[in-house]
């Protein structure tokens, strides 16, 4: 480096050679860089490069600076430790000078010292010369050296001597007195610095206040009487080195020679031994440490995959059983026909062995079918083997909840010897079988195996029918909810056309015609945003819109029953009580859920929120509780015999809950913005709270618009904004299946990419595999699962 060669040539003759080293950002980098490898055993690797960076982190890590460790209040004098100290600094002392270079930073806040007492010299932005001409190169190294002066005014902090303080005091004490006049630094110089470091070392105090007289008096050549009475060898070679004559003071070569250096010191050898050794013993431990962590964790991983193989054998030794009490069952059953067989007649007889045709062509078909099946099953293994053991180690731990107190019965109950000597004249009283044991016994079986057959159960989307409408070209065609009747026999759709129509499903699914019409149209003043049917007047149906109004129409009239007006703002969800026909519930932006009766035509009770309400819904069997979405990401669910507070409140959607159903009565799913489906169990929550869903169903997109949500038989459907609709099952939380509408030019009638579109409803006809999705340009299609 060009730095370096200037460096070495200039030497003793650079008149602000303290400066040069310390501030000059090319010239005192390759100094470092020749005196850092000179080190070897000094900690070399806490300074692989002088960035800012690598320095704060090696003395993050293990690295004390020597000025923290000198003020330690705890510290005692030990000589070894001290000589062992001044030594290394000696040494890198002079190999600076054998190249003619100042270091002028001979100051315990420009070393670190190692956990192994190993000292490396380090350079800090209080190491600059406040007298010495600073260009921009200088003023940006100072500033990014101030992260170190940062670091080590953070470890200090402790310290009785506050850091700021102590790095100012010390620019003070470590100056020599010809510098104090006026003249430039030189080795002599540093040699002075060594003296006062020498001093440190022997010396500490336990107070600022006597700190700062005890250096104040050493500038004068005072020296305290503890070191004089504990240390005379030490004081003597110190007063040589502060010799206020620079003249006088040793050179680094004499100093070298000195006595005082190179003393045979009792035990030095075997103390230097020792220390060695010990931190040999110390770098063995941390890595029998590192060694002994890695066996327990595997010790851990090994003991929990041998508990996971205890489980899936037991698991698979209870399914083996259920199959062969089943194989004998079927046995039985195929017995009993064939005696019936023998005594019919022979048309009865050919029939029989014709249906047994059917029976092994529906057999290989089944086949194919497992086939098939077994393929998706590959694909989702790892998903559905999370939840297998999601599924048992919830029932295990349910069970080893009930276990405690059946436990403590029984055992009070053998602890009382009446009872006893009782029980052992009667049938003894036998506690129950293990809970754990029974939960393996094939509790879990039935509901994961029906989920697993109902997610295997169909393979793809069909479509039905696509119903194709007159005003299809109306750019206002976007479809906000879609419904089905009490029977399955007709749909409405309502969106932002103003309009309700109502199809009938058959005559579509059966007329391939080019345009279909519906059978009803019933027309409002404003954009709808809901739709819902009455589950007991086959032609009633609810509808809510962007005015904040509820209405009641009579489908088979034509006509508009009932307004309601009492929302302030837009009303965005509506539903009627399977339970109780005449009671409506609806939820708007207003924060408000409105109970209404529909014979009164206004509302009998009200739920007042805080944010703006999405979605309401009644569970299917009950017209006392309810269930809604909100706009502050939770759900909630009400006793509506105590409206004030909710029975529940569900946490864990990141965004605004836009849609809630029922799957039973304690059970929900909701969808939210945040790209997921959640499924609840009500009778999970601690406290009224529950932040802990059954699933989180997974695999759609969902972040800005209401896409649609409906359930049926356990499968629940929802669109995305890629315009497919997706089925999940409840069971898992990946889907089963997806389609993709096809976006198709109205000129060209060709298939196109339109990222624009998304599905803006979907709904199950009854609990068939049918349901009817629709996007946001309006096109409508009746898809079934097969």
Not at 125 to 148: L, M
Not at 405 to 427: D, I, T, V
Not at 541 to 552: I, P, R
């Amino acid at each position: 480096m060009k730095g370096s060669s200037e460096s070495n040539s200039r030497g003793l003759n650079n008149t602000s050679g303290v400066s040069e080293f310390c501030t000059d950002g090319s010239k005192s980098l390759s100094h470092i860089d020749y005196v850092r490898s000179l080190l070897g055993s000094h900690k070399e690797d806490n300074l692989v490069g002088l960035d800012d960076d690598s320095i704060v982190r090696a003395l993050e890590c293990e690295d004390v600076s020597l000025r923290q460790w000198l003020d330690n209040p705890d510290r005692s004098v030990d000589a070894f430790e001290c000589f062992h100290v001044f030594r290394q600094i000696v040494e890198i002392v002079n190999a600076a000078h054998s190249q003619g270079i100042v270091v002028h930073n001979v100051r315990p806040s420009c070393f670190v010292m190692s956990s192994f007492n190993h000292v490396s010299f380090i350079e800090s932005a209080s190491c600059s010369d406040s007298g010495s001409d600073e260009d921009a190169t200088t003023k940006s190294r100072e500033i990014g050296s101030s992260r170190k002066d940062e670091f080590l005014l953070e470890e200090v902090t402790k310290q009785p001597f506050p850091m700021k303080q102590i790095l100012a005091m010390e620019m003070t004490w470590y100056t020599s007195p010809e510098e104090d006049n006026g003249s430039p630094s030189n080795c002599a110089s540093d040699v002075y610095r060594l003296g006062v470091l020498l001093f440190e070392l022997f010396c500490p105090v336990s107070s600022r206040e006597e700190k700062s007289r005890t250096m104040s008096s050493l500038r004068h050549r005072v020296l305290p009487p503890q070191i004089l009475l504990n240390w005379p060898k030490e004081a003597s070679f110190c007063l040589w080195l502060l010799h206020p004559e620079p003249s006088y003071r040793p050179s680094m070569s004499e100093l070298l020679q000195s006595e005082f250096i190179n003393e045979p010191r009792e035990n030095l050898e075997e103390r230097e031994a020792a220390m060695e050794l010990r931190d040999r013993i110390e770098e063995q431990e941390l890595l029998l440490e590192f060694l002994f962590l890695i066996q327990q964790r595997k010790q851990e991983a090994a003991d929990k995959l041998r508990d996971t193989i205890s489980l899936v054998s037991s698991d698979i030794d209870q399914v083996v059983k259920r199959q062969l009490v089943l194989q004998q069952k079927g046995s039985d059953v195929r017995s009993f026909l064939a005696s019936r067989k023998r005594i019919r007649q022979g048309a009865e007889t050919a029939a029989a062995e014709e249906e047994n045709d059917e029976e092994e062509s529906k057999l290989d078909d089944t086949l194919e079918s497992t086939l098939l099946e077994s393929s998706r099953l590959m694909r989702n293994l790892k998903k559905l083997e999370s939840v297998y053991f999601a599924t048992r180690y919830r029932q295990i731990k349910a069970a080893a909840a009930a276990e405690k107190p059946l436990a403590r019965y029984y055992s009070a109950l053998s602890s009382n010897g009446r009872s006893s000597e009782k029980s052992s004249m009667s049938s003894p009283a036998q506690p129950p079988k293990d809970p754990i044991n029974d939960s393996r016994q094939g509790g879990w079986i039935d509901p994961f195996l029906e989920g697993l057959c109902k997610y295997l159960s169909f393979s793809k989307l069909r479509v039905k029918a696509d119903l194709k409408q007159g005003d299809l070209l109306n750019s206002s065609n976007l479809v906000c909810a879609i419904g089905f009747d009490r029977d399955g026999e007709f749909f409405a759709t309502a969106g932002v056309n103003k309009k309700i129509k109502i199809f009938e499903c058959e005559s579509i699914i059966k007329d391939g015609r080019d345009i279909h019409y519906p059978v009803v149209e019933l027309a409002s003043r404003s954009k709808l945003s809901g739709i819902c049917w009455n589950s007991y007047i086959k032609s009633q149906v609810a509808s809510s819109n962007f005015e904040g109004v509820v209405q009641v129409w009579d489908a088979a009239r034509s006509q508009l029953v009932t307004e309601m007006k009492e929302h302030e703002k837009r009303v965005w969800s509506i539903d009627y009580s399977s339970a109780d026909p005449t009671l409506l519930a609806s939820g708007s932006d207003d924060g408000s859920v409105k109970l209404w009766s529909i014979n009164q035509g206004v509302s009998i009770g009200t739920i007042k929120t805080k944010a703006n309400i999405c979605c309401v819904q009644f569970p299917s069997e009950s017209g006392r509780s309810l269930a809604f979405g909100s706009a502050d990401h939770k759900v909630y669910y009400y006793d509506l015999r105590n409206p004030k507070l909710p029975l529940c409140t569900m946490i864990g959607h990141n965004k605004t809950v836009s849609y809630v159903r029922f799957m039973d009565s304690s059970t929900l799913v909701s969808s939210s913005t945040d790209n997921t489906l959640k499924l609840w169990d009500l009778s999970m929550s601690i406290s009224g709270v529950n932040e802990t869903p059954l699933h989180s169903f997974m695999g759609h997109t969902n972040v800005k618009n209401f896409v649609g949500l409906s359930v049926s038989d356990g499968y629940i459907a929802t669109g995305s904004e890629t315009n497919e609709v997706f089925v999940y099952h409840k069971a898992f939380p990946m889907p089963v299946l997806s389609y993709k509408f096809k976006t198709i030019d109205p000129v060209s009638d060709l298939e196109v990419d339109d990222a624009s579109q998304f599905i803006s409803s979907v709904c199950w006809r009854g609990q068939s595999s049918t349901l009817v999705a629709a996007n946001s340009t309006g096109n409508i299609k009746i898809l079934e699962m097969v």
